[in-house]
């Protein structure tokens, strides 16, 4: 994946982060890439009767960076003679700190393992989801004990053409970050490459109805119509994809294409379930330009309902609602 020049990979003690921390390194070596390994401490707060930044708590703090530090020097240590690694240790808030650690730095891609509480049933835990939300740079989140290479990678785009002059055009380099890092990212693993568009025939309940006396034979050809235009437009994504990736590429990758009726935040997870997805490569915020836009619903259903690696991207212009100012 050769876009990608500045990496951020974020780690917490323990097993769970080797394997980002793996795929970090990796990838930071194909590309040439400066990789920063970061650890976030929280921050102490004073207890019952104790005054703020008091004695005891600035030692709870210094000793939780410390035992930070520490964990973090034991994780990166084995792959220096790889590799150079800039390692620090950030303190407050782990999505606020990753976030303002990418605006300060410039990274263009942040990597860390999903929070996956224990007691959650869902894959990302806050953080991760406040990530997806607000980072202004493409965010990987890498399952534990996913596997080295992966075997299937499925990448979801919006080939709908009904929509604003502005927005399309917005869409449209959306979609074609998404096609770049996946085809790349099947390529140096030797994945199979799915891609997915979601449609639905606006108005086809309606015709049903009682008000517009629609024969079945005009709802079919209505439907089949839709379908017609969306198979499409996702054959034109596809086709600017080969331009981009080249034919040997393409031929080689041979990219599955799934046009599929109903909703995206239904068929999407049902499709990574049944193809047995490594990883989705979507797009997770629908407009840009407006600072603390939240991430539409769509995407966040079906972030809900995934068992994978993600990999998130967002469409030119974001811009986070996250500052360096507290």
């Not at 990838?27 to 390994?37: C, D, E, K, R, Y």
């Not at 890498?142 to 929509?163: F, G, M």
């Not at 390529?187 to 108005?203: P, Q």
């Amino acid at each position: 994946m050769k876009r990608f020049q500045d990496i951020l990979c974020v780690v917490e003690p323990g097993e769970k982060s080797r394997d980002a921390l793996a795929r970090a390194i990796t990838l930071a070596q194909n590309n040439q890439a400066s990789l920063t390994v970061v650890v976030v401490a929280e921050i102490v707060t004073a207890g019952i009767g104790m005054p703020e930044g008091g004695a005891i708590s600035a030692d709870l703090q210094e000793a939780l960076v410390s035992a930070r530090a520490q964990g973090l020097k034991d994780l990166v240590d084995p792959y220096r003679k790889r590799i150079d690694i800039e390692t620090k240790v950030l303190i407050g808030v782990p999505f606020l700190e990753i976030i303002r650690e990418v605006l300060r730095s410039g990274h263009d891609l942040v990597i860390k393992a999903p929070e996956n509480p224990d007691w959650l049933e869902r894959l990302f835990g806050s953080d991760d989801m406040h990530l997806l939300r607000k980072c202004p740079c493409p965010v990987w989140l890498i399952k534990h004990e996913a596997p080295k290479s992966y075997r299937r990678i499925l990448a979801a785009v919006d080939a709908d053409d009904d929509h604003p002059k502005a927005e399309l055009k917005t869409r449209h380099a959306l979609n074609q970050q998404i096609l770049q890092m996946a085809s790349s990212l099947a390529l140096s693993d030797f994945a199979e490459l799915h891609v997915v568009h979601v449609w639905h025939a606006v108005g086809e309940s309606a015709m049903h109805g009682a008000f517009l006396h629609a024969s079945a034979k005009e709802i079919v050809a209505y439907v089949e119509q839709t379908r017609l235009k969306h198979e499409a437009s996702l054959q034109n994504v596809v086709r600017e994809m080969i331009g981009t990736a080249g034919t040997d590429a393409i031929d080689f990758l041979k990219p599955q294409s799934h046009l599929l009726k109903g909703s995206a935040r239904k068929e999407i997870p049902a499709l990574a379930k049944r193809i047995d997805a490594d990883l989705i490569v979507m797009g997770t915020v629908g407009r840009t330009g407006v600072p603390g836009f939240f991430m539409g619903n769509t995407a966040e259903a079906i972030l809900d309902q995934i068992d994978c690696s993600v990999l998130a991207v967002k469409p030119p212009g974001f811009v986070t609602p996250v500052t360096l100012v507290n």
